[in-house]
């Protein structure tokens, strides 16, 4: 059984687009860009509100959007009553996301998903749980969720996990530096978080629920870019407010100009409140639309969800079946 | 293509919306389609087709409409008028079943519109119906408050209402929904291209216990406009559509006392300050030129980007252009439809070819066969090229740019047209400076094509005249209970006269520029008492006297800038120096007219200026409640420079009651003087003189008006001209101020009662309501 489930997420590994994106060194902190910034919101809030509205995938189409999302998950777990049983069976459902009846009606081969997403301590057992599956563990780090932990201690922690073998860390920014508006600070804290992370991707969480104001997100956004984030994230979904449409709207249009001006892409990863299908193809539209087709690959884009696969499952069945579907006919993760 | 491909390309894949139902509807009426009159259908005659823009292909016929329709629609519509205007609240009740109906057939009547018309469907499901419904939700409440809120107002009677191709049902909506609110009942014409939306309305309205009659719908090209515009059943035409259209039923009404509003084009500007947020104006472009592939009269077609970030901005511009999906409107996942009509994609061809600046197609897909032409900017124009001054009406935006914000106010007043403005600054000192400077209806401030049945909607210069939505909407649509008796025709002069008592000889000049001016002509002529005694003698004013007051008008530009308190302060000055020399006043009304007014018109008059002082810095704007996270001010702008003819009934109080309200609300104006009675208006020089009235804000002219009311209407730098003139100059006035569109208010050989200050009617002509957009939030 272990055996099946190996290779055919072995299978769906080396169907991954092999790209390999220059990873972005960072720039210099341009205080002058920064400080230039602006967000309307509410002209951002009324472009968010008829984005669902401006694209529609449907049938076959909609079946392969919805496969591509699911290889764009960061399927997580970060409570605090995670055991490495729980972190297994987790592991288990990124490598076999679709029940395998449905991959063959659609004529699929095996697909997985993006990353699994733990917290520090989990990490040597989604990395043992995931062996040969190609798919990367992501450690949550720097005192997730709310970032205050001594700093050495954060730098340490994401040292820790690249050790114990997480190949993406997310880290938290201090929201302290982004509301008193000490941007260098910002700066220096993902500088040198990404020093720490070597040659795992770091992924920068903004907690835009905390950060006030959507010209404050666009400024955030910048810093950690210049700071050679190679994603940037929208929260911990522990905030109050997680991934909304118009926080995504300008973290993707600063992931676009900061493209235009240094030649790197950068990813994105809205995380927290994506739970439908639906949802997650407007988001998948907004990046094709704000970003382009290059963002529709995991290198550059996930999703930072738990529910959401359910929902996609039960679509997909949907689609084969054309009668709705039921939880219960998924294996859960 | 399979799913496995798909899940490699990543392509969007079509996502049609169920025609079925629409064309089942158009299927249920045989495919051809009579006149709906007295709420039934006429036998289907001399049909035309009305295809589908975006395939080619025929979707019903349509009848065209012959006299004896519009004869028979517009009896219908007056049998209807008087039972339907009785009940207020019967209508509140008809009206609200109309929004309701609409929301209950919001899928059916998107389609439909859609398969007519070719925007996408996005805009019709979205935009268009849900406006429609809001429309009708708002005027039931407008007939619900008449009796208790418009006490003096009452139904002008049948409305003829002519709507364009480019909203079909949303300008039925906002023609139909206050005027039926008023208690008028309507003959419509929807536009030949786009009738079936209208139809299926009246369809759906029968069914929704409209009474019969109230509403009509005649179908047909140009010439049944023509038919409904002169005819004489008709109380009150309302056009959207072409300027050119406009100034033709300007003249062809010219007279009739018809009622009259135009909502015709417009080449809006769309200003984008250095510290705009770029991404959301570029966001704003597609909703404003990119929104019905540009065929809407207030699209912001007119870029103005400040120098510094223009390559920047046209640069994202361009790549956000790449991006929009042009193709079959009734797919949901398209941005831009088809074109409404071949012949207009011809126009927009032929314009865009003679255009001398760079253009710049987006480089997106196109879809083969259909009325489709891809979004395109053009850059490097001058403000000569008629491509900056024209309306293209097709997804085209002209760019240019300018360096400060007065030279950005400067390129954007530089048009014909006053509909829309856009600008884009987080600068709230900037933002609130220039939109009361831009020469506009309606002014979006950081957002664009927003649009609400409580905010008025409309333009000034050639954009037209009047206002759709809000209370104040309603004006369109109603007049004054009161009725005006018929002005007895002047008397002849007395054949013999007898020279003045003065030793010493008195001729009143002209009052031009703040100066007493000789006329140009270099002619006078006597004023006589009724007895045929000499009491003075007036200059006789020409055109290019008219010309100098106009100039003089524009001179004193800065009196619109000035505050209500000061104002009012000037007018109170005005009525103490009147007061001081009452005595003098009353003898001159007196010697002129023969009669014992005088005193009591002094005390009158004294009391006008009074009440417009007053009015001065009390006529407050509107904040309106509109369905969005910010507010739409409604702001009284003066209408600019007024040219009136005074009445000789009242040859004092005539006078102040038109340069009071005139002057209070920040207009210039120069008033044509009584003829027989002229005096009181020239001895008012020297209460002008002595209350700081700045010179060129009130100008006074003596002279024939038959001579000078055709240069005044005609004058293209005049914005307003009002007539209580004796003369018979209603037809002429209306007829000539076709060539600017200025708004006219003639007495129709009417007297009006000058003993009441009518302040309210006088507020609305003196003033153009602006509305300026302001959505906010951070």
Redesign the interface.
């Known amino acids: 059984m272990a055996d099946t489930v190996l290779s055919a997420a072995t299978k769906a590994a080396q169907l991954l687009p092999q790209v390999h994106e220059p990873r972005n060194p960072g720039m210099e902190l341009d205080l002058d860009l920064v400080r230039a910034l602006?967000?309307?919101?509410?002209?951002?809030?009324?472009?968010a509100a008829?984005l669902p509205?401006?694209?529609?995938?449907?049938?076959?189409?909609q079946?392969?959007?919805l496969?591509?999302a699911i290889t764009m998950i960061d399927l997580t777990t970060l409570a605090g009553d995670d055991t490495p049983g729980r972190v297994r069976r987790l592991c288990a459902k990124a490598a076999n996301p679709v029940r395998a009846d449905l991959l063959d009606a659609?004529?699929?081969?095996p697909v997985t998903t993006g990353a699994v997403c733990v917290y520090h301590d989990m990490v040597e057992t989604a990395v043992e749980a995931l062996q040969g599956t190609g798919i990367p563990v992501a450690a949550v780090s720097t005192g997730f969720p709310a970032g205050l932990s001594p700093f050495h201690l954060r730098v340490a922690e994401i040292e820790e996990s690249v050790k114990a073998g997480a190949k993406e860390i997310d880290i938290v920014i201090s929201r302290r530096h982004v509301l008193t508006g000490d941007w260098q600070a910002l700066y220096d804290e993902m500088r040198t978080f990404r020093a720490a992370c070597g040659e795992a991707h770091v992924k920068a969480i903004l907690a835009t629920g905390e950060l006030g104001?959507?010209?404050n997100v666009a400024r955030a956004s910048w810093v950690c870019m210049m700071g050679g984030a190679d994603f940037i994230k929208t929260s911990t979904g522990k905030e109050g407010v997680n991934a909304t449409l118009p926080v995504s709207l300008v973290m993707t249009?600063a992931i676009r100009a900061y493209h235009e001006l240094t030649g790197h892409r950068i990813g994105y990863k809205p995380a927290g409140g994506i739970s439908k299908a639906k949802d997650a193809l407007v988001y998948?539209?907004l990046m094709?639309?704000e970003l382009g087709?290059r963002w529709?690959r995991p290198d550059l884009f996930r999703f930072g969800a738990s529910s959401l696969l359910g929902d996609i499952e039960r679509q997909l069945e949907h689609f084969v079946t054309g009668r709705y579907s039921a939880g219960y006919r998924h294996a859960i993760g | 293509m399979n799913v496995r491909d798909i899940f490699e390309t990543m392509d969007y894949g079509p996502a049609p919306e169920d025609a079925s139902e629409a064309m089942a509807w158009i299927e249920r009426h045989g495919g051809v389609f009579g006149h709906f009159i007295g709420g039934d259908w006429t036998k289907p005659a001399s049909t035309f087709a009305s295809k589908n823009p975006a395939t080619g292909k025929l979707l019903a016929k349509i009848s065209q409409a012959r006299p004896r329709d519009v004869d028979a629609a517009v009896k219908a519509a007056r049998a209807a008028q008087p039972a339907w205007a009785r009940d207020a609240k019967a209508r509140a009740c008809a009206l609200y079943a109309l929004a309701r109906m609409v929301q209950k057939h919001s899928r059916l009547f998107a389609t439909l519109e859609t398969l007519d018309n070719g925007k996408p469907i996005r805009e019709s499901r979205d935009i268009d119906i849900p406006l429609v419904a809001r429309h009708f939700y708002y005027h039931a409440g407008m007939a619900q408050l008449m009796d208790d809120e418009l006490p003096d107002r009452q139904a002008l009677g049948v409305a003829g209402q002519i709507v364009p191709w480019n909203f079909p049902l949303l300008m039925l909506a906002w023609k139909v929904a206050p005027a039926l609110a008023m208690g008028n009942t309507v003959v419509l014409k929807p536009a030949e291209y786009t009738s079936l939306t209208a139809l299926l309305f009246a369809d759906l309205a029968r069914e929704a216990g409209l009474p019969k009659g109230v509403l009509n719908i005649v179908t047909g090209d140009g010439n049944v406009g023509a038919l409904i515009t002169e005819h004489e059943g008709i109380d009150k035409i309302a056009f959207t559509g072409s300027t050119e259209v406009g100034r033709i039923i300007r003249r062809a009404t010219a007279g009739s006392g018809k009622s009259l509003t135009l909502e015709l084009g417009g080449k809006s500007p769309y200003i984008v300050f250095d510290d705009a947020d770029q991404d959301s104006a570029i966001e704003g472009l597609v909703d404003a030129i990119w929104f019905n592939q540009g065929q809407v009269c207030c699209a912001g077609s007119r870029l103005l980007i400040q120098e510094g970030i223009a390559e920047d901005f046209t640069r994202r511009l361009k790549a956000r252009m790449d991006k929009l999906r042009v193709g079959d409107p009734l797919d949901k996942c398209i941005d831009v439809g088809a074109v409404v009509d071949p012949v207009q994609l011809q126009t927009i061809e032929g314009l865009v070819k003679g255009s001398g600046g760079e253009v710049y197609h987006a480089a997106c897909e196109m879809p083969k066969g259909g009325s489709f032409y891809p979004p395109t900017l053009i850059t490097g124009l001058s403000t000569a090229d008629p491509l900056m001054q024209e309306e293209i009406f097709g997804p085209v935006l002209v760019s240019t740019t300018f360096r400060t914000p007065a030279e950005a106010v400067e390129l954007a007043n530089n048009t014909r047209y006053g509909l829309a403005a856009t600008l884009w600054t987080e600068n709230v000192n900037l933002a609130l400076d220039i939109a009361p400077k831009l020469a506009a209806g309606v002014v979006w401030v950081n957002a664009t094509n927003l649009f609400d049945a409580a905010a008025g909607f409309g333009g000034v210069r050639e954009s037209g005249f009047g206002r759709e939505g809000g209370w104040e909407g309603l004006l369109a649509y109603t007049k004054p209970k009161a009725t005006a008796r018929k002005l007895p025709a002047r008397s002849a002069p007395p054949s013999e006269t007898t020279p003045a008592d003065d030793a010493i000889d008195r001729t009143a000049k002209l009052y031009i520029g703040g100066k007493q001016t000789r006329p140009d002509g270099g002619y006078s002529r006597a004023v006589l008492s009724p007895k045929g005694k000499v009491v003075g003698h007036v200059g006789l004013a020409n055109r290019k006297d008219l010309r100098n007051a106009a100039e003089a008008m524009n001179a004193a530009a800065s009196w619109s800038k000035t505050t209500g308190h000061l104002r009012a302060q000037i007018l109170y000055y005005m009525a103490e120096n009147l007061s001081a020399r009452t005595v003098e006043f009353a003898a001159r009304i007196d010697a002129m007219t023969g009669r014992r007014g005088g005193k009591a018109e002094v005390d009158a008059s004294i009391d006008r200026l009074f009440t417009w002082a007053a009015w001065a810095d009390k006529f407050d704007g509107r904040a309106k409640g509109v369905p969005i996270r910010g507010v739409a001010l409604a702001m009284n702008e003066p209408v600019g420079k007024i040219a009136a003819f005074a009445p000789d009934d009242a040859p004092l109080l005539g006078l102040v009651s038109l340069v009071g309200p005139a002057m209070a609300m920040g207009n210039r104006i120069t008033v044509m003087a009584s003829e027989p009675h002229p005096l009181s208006a020239t001895d008012f020089y020297q209460v002008l003189d002595t209350s700081d009235v700045p010179g060129g804000v009130v100008n006074i002219l003596t002279g024939p008006h038959a001579e000078l009311a055709p240069q005044a209407a005609g004058h293209m730098d005049i914005d307003a001209v009002w007539s209580f003139s004796t003369a018979d100059l209603s037809a002429m006035i209306e007829r000539e101020s076709a060539t600017n569109l200025k708004r006219t208010w003639v007495n129709h050989g009417r007297a009006h009662d000058w003993s009441d200050a009518a302040a309210h009617t006088f507020l609305a002509a003196a003033t153009e309501v602006k509305t300026i957009w302001i959505p906010y939030g951070e």
């Open positions: 602006q967000a309307n919101t509410s002209a951002i809030e009324r472009r008829t509205g401006r694209r529609s995938v449907k049938k076959e189409y079946a392969a959007w496969l591509r659609l004529k699929m081969p104001t959507l010209r249009r998948l539209s094709k639309d087709d529709l």
